[in-house]
């Protein structure tokens, strides 16, 4: 199993933790990462004892999304894109109840990867970003799809091509989390033990029948997507975009 100290991963009774933990680069999820999350959840569908996935981040910080320089990477090694693909795929084909706790940051991923949790309870003052298209790049992982139904159009298109970024309240608002709070960890403990003292089998049927209606179609949109990014980070735009990231200085497009 790859549990590297950057994902941390621990089993509470039928509760399995995945920890998302570097907290000096803001959670930024290297491939190693995100191979270490799949392999979290892999374990997490095929052991019975473990009925409930809880993933969480730091105090201050979610995840800050994809690692940049992993990013800049990807431009010149396509297939390199792969392992976000992948983590991407297993999520939102888990099927036992996926509970996340957001305090601080969700970027890009850390956002995306949220539309594929049961459920979500953040912090009050937790933020909310989805920068693709601010970053010269288009949307991922099913946000082109699940977010114009769960929000409308407009409302997705000022988090999605704006990029604008709501915190854990307005999120709360709009129903993107179940709650804001003061203790996310609490209330998702509570509700995980809750879950993991149902019928499994019950609750694993529950959850497929929700989805099912339209998981060949996400999954399909998951892999169209993935094709326009790819093409998307060796931009001019997107170069710019990482560029001036990793300069501290604000993006110019000319
Ligand atoms: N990839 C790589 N490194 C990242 C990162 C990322 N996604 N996010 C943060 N870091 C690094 C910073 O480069 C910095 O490293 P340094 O200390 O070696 O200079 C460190 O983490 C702290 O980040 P900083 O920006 O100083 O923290 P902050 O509290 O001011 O801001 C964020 C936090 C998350 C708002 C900000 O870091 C950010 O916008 N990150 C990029 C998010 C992003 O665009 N992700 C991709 C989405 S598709």
């Known amino acids: 199993m790859n549990q590297t100290k950057h994902v941390l991963q621990q089993q509470d009774g039928a ?3 995945l920890t998302i933990n570097r907290p000096e680069k803001k959670n ?7 191979q270490a999350l799949i392999d979290g959840l892999t374990l997490a569908e095929q052991d019975d004892t ?33 392992l976000p693909l992948k983590f991407l795929q297993t999520i939102s084909t888990f099927s036992k109840p996926v509970i996340a ?17 049961d459920l ?8 909310f970003q989805l920068p693709f298209a601010r970053l ?8 082109s799809l699940l977010l114009p139904q769960q929000l409308g159009h407009r409302l997705a298109f000022e988090l999605l091509v704006m990029g604008n970024r709501i915190d854990g309240v307005r ?31 019950a609750v694993k049927l529950s959850k497929k029948m929700m989805k099912s209606h ?8 998951l892999l169209d997507e993935v094709a326009q990014f790819k093409e998307r980070l060796s931009s001019a735009e997107a170069k710019e975009a990482f560029t001036a990231f990793l300069e501290k200085r604000p993006p110019v497009f000319n």
């Open 214 to 221: 339209q998981q060949a179609l996400l999954q399909t949109v």
């Open 120 to 127: 979500v309870f953040c912090k009050h003052d937790a933020r």
């Open 171 to 201: 999120a709360a608002e709009l129903g993107l989390v179940n709650s804001a709070s003061d203790d996310p960890l609490g209330d998702a403990k509570k509700a995980a033990q809750q879950l993991s003292s149902m019928p499994p089998q």
């Open 50 to 82: 473990i009925r409930v996935v809880l993933l969480s981040g730091h105090a201050d910080c979610f995840t800050s999304g994809n690692d940049i320089q992993d990013f800049m990477a990807a431009a010149s090694q396509p297939d390199k894109a792969a």
């Open 28 to 34: 930024a999820l290297t491939l190693d990462m995100y």
């Open 101 to 117: 706790v957001v305090a601080g940051d969700a970027v890009g991923i850390g956002t995306s990867m949220l539309l594929h949790c």
């Open 15 to 17: 509760i399995l933790l």
């Open 136 to 143: 010269g790049l288009v949307p991922e992982g099913g946000t």
